[in-house]
């Protein structure tokens, strides 16, 4: 079963998040695993949602238990998942995606970091990117 919350960053960005229950969202909102991916605003809150998948499981609680996956577990998997299926431009992103989004070198898919100044030159050129704020971990 999955619920979708739509929420909304302090600084009024409004994003989806999917959760196996409102005490899912609360935990991780808790442990501050939460991020809006525009701004990576980490003080967030619910809003009224008109969307909620519900599906049917017919495994055992037992059976359940042996798969469940900690939310750490999965943004460990999604950092990996980036970082190997992502190139890093660092501080040259917007320059490499500009040149790309004009035809200029090959479509790829990039990773890096932007000053505000040049997210909005990316926003007015058409580019399209999205922000995601990914943790540090030990090791």
Do not use: S, W, Y
């Given at each position: 079963m999955v619920i979708i919350y739509d929420l909304r960053c302090r600084n009024a960005h409004k994003f989806e998040g999917w959760f196996k229950d409102?005490?899912?969202f609360e935990q991780q909102k808790t442990e501050r695993l939460i991020a809006c991916p525009v701004?990576?605003?980490?003080?967030?809150?619910?809003?009224?949602s008109s969307v909620a998948i519900r599906g049917r499981d017919a495994r055992s609680a037992s059976e359940k238990q042996?798969?469940?996956?900690s939310p750490l577990k999965?943004?460990?998997e999604f950092q990996e998942y980036i970082n190997k299926h992502f190139d890093d431009v660092g501080g040259r992103f917007a320059e490499v995606a500009l040149r790309i989004h004009h035809g200029e070198e090959e479509r790829k898919n990039?990773?890096?970091t932007t000053t505000s100044s040049e997210e909005e030159t990316l926003l007015e050129?058409?580019?399209q990117f999205i922000k995601i704020p990914l943790p540090k971990f030990d090791g």
């Open positions: 409102r005490g899912a701004c990576g605003e980490a003080d967030v809150t619910l809003v009224p042996k798969t469940e996956v999965v943004l460990r990039i990773r890096g050129e058409g580019v």
